[in-house]
Nanobody, 121 residues
Framework: QVQLVQSGGGLVHTGGSLSLSCAAS????????WRWYRQAPGKQRDLVAT???????NYADSVKGRFTISRDDAMHTVDLHMNSLKPEDSAVYYC???????????????WGQGTQVTVSS
């Protein structure tokens, strides 16, 4: 059984910085890609950032130049470093990973529990 556990989040002022982390545990053969999503109240869940197994990254236009996604395959973790935060960044942030677990070849999509990020104006 694979589980994703998130840490970080909190309250910051406009222009501040915050870092989120997500750790995968259990029987893991391979983590293909990591993604960060966010969901504001009454809004859809949007993709924020992706990092592939080879290290390539992609960001939503709204966070380009401000957010950085990174992964540590030895620790089975992914981080999201957020700079120059704006009130519109306020949301619940979720980590997501496509993971091959145990002796099963087919990968499965796993989700963290979410963490609140609030940016005050």
């Amino acid at each position: 059984q694979v589980q994703l556990v998130q840490s970080g989040g909190g309250l910051v002022h406009t222009g501040g910085s915050l870092s989120l982390s997500c750790a995968a545990s259990g029987s893991i053969r391979r983590i293909n890609h990591w993604r960060w999503y966010r969901q504001a109240p009454g809004k859809q869940r949007d993709l924020v950032a992706t990092i592939l197994s080879g290290g390539s990254t992609n960001y939503a236009d709204s966070v380009k130049g401000r957010f950085t996604i990174s992964r540590d395959d030895a620790m089975h973790t992914v981080d999201l470093h957020m700079n120059s935060l704006k009130p519109e960044d306020s949301a619940v942030y979720y980590c997501n990973a496509l993971i091959q677990a145990g002796d099963i070849t087919q990968p499965y999509d796993y989700w963290g529990q979410g963490t609140q990020v609030t940016v005050s104006s």
